[in-house]
């Protein structure tokens, strides 16, 4: 039973353009909602995030946005760049402690 | 040190054999944890420690898994009697305690990618 969806095991975008990667859950006790990059070789690192009480974040080319009604997530970058080639992964946090779920990852391919 | 470290990087093993991974959190951060990630997958939650005990072991998948941290820094992963599927990423991560937005962002280590022959 999969809490957090990631429907788009790939995505290819141009340089310049705009990479849009979405996520997906079922369960609304969800509060804090994290975007890991990860490169091959490397451990996930953090991205952006947003907590429940907002609907938009944004940090430079980067930012998130939460429709809790529809529980869905996404992450908009523009302009995409070659160097954000990388595995993008939604991570959620819900209950006790800071226990992420992560979705099974979108692989973003931005060509130059 | 600057950032989570994980030893070792590589491990390839036997079926059957003990197998120990070790991580380093970051100094000052409380919260540790341990994922697992498979091919095509995200990380999965193992366990997750809160200085020296274990606040939440749910995620581990039966009892040939354990990990200590028996000074609230570094953390041991041991499994016994592996299997073929065990074979996985293990990461490390690690958070200030408590709440708000820094003790929400796990720093994770690069990982110790397991092969069980």
């Known amino acids: 039973d999969q809490q957090v969806k990631q429907n788009s095991p790939s995505l290819s975008v141009q340089e310049g353009r705009i990479s849009i990667l979405n996520c997906d859950y079922t369960?609304?006790?969800?509060?804090?909602f994290l975007w890991y990059k990860k490169y091959p070789a490397e451990g996930p690192t953090f991205l952006i995030s947003?907590?429940?009480?907002?609907d938009k974040n944004e940090d430079g080319r980067f930012t998130v946005f939460l429709n809790k009604s529809a529980k869905h997530l996404s992450l908009h970058i523009v302009p995409s760049q070659p160097g954000d080639s990388a595995v993008y992964f939604c991570?959620?946090?819900?209950?006790?402690?800071?226990?992420?779920?992560f979705g099974a990852g979108t692989i973003l391919r931005v060509k130059s | 040190g600057a950032g989570v470290s994980q030893t070792p990087s590589n491990k390839v093993t036997e079926k059957g054999k003990y197998v120990e991974l070790r991580c380093d959190p970051i100094s000052g951060h409380t919260a540790l944890y341990w994922y697992r990630q498979s091919l095509g997958q995200g990380p999965e939650f193992l366990i997750y420690?809160?200085?020296?005990?274990?606040?939440?072991d749910s995620g581990l998948p039966n009892d040939r898994f354990f990990a200590v941290r028996p000074e609230g820094s570094v953390s041991t992963l041991k499994i016994q009697r592996t299997e073929r599927g065990d074979s996985a990423v293990y990461l490390c991560?690690?958070?200030?305690?408590?709440?708000?937005?820094?003790?929400?962002?796990?720093?994770f280590g690069a990982g110790s990618r397991l092969t069980v022959l």
């Open positions: 991570a959620l946090r819900g209950g006790y402690g800071n226990k992420l779920v």
């Open positions: 369960n609304s006790m969800f509060d804090y």
């Open positions: 420690f809160q200085g020296t005990g274990a606040a939440d």
């Open positions: 947003i907590s429940s009480i907002k």
């Open positions: 991560a690690s958070s200030l305690a408590g709440v708000g937005a820094g003790a929400n962002v796990l720093t």
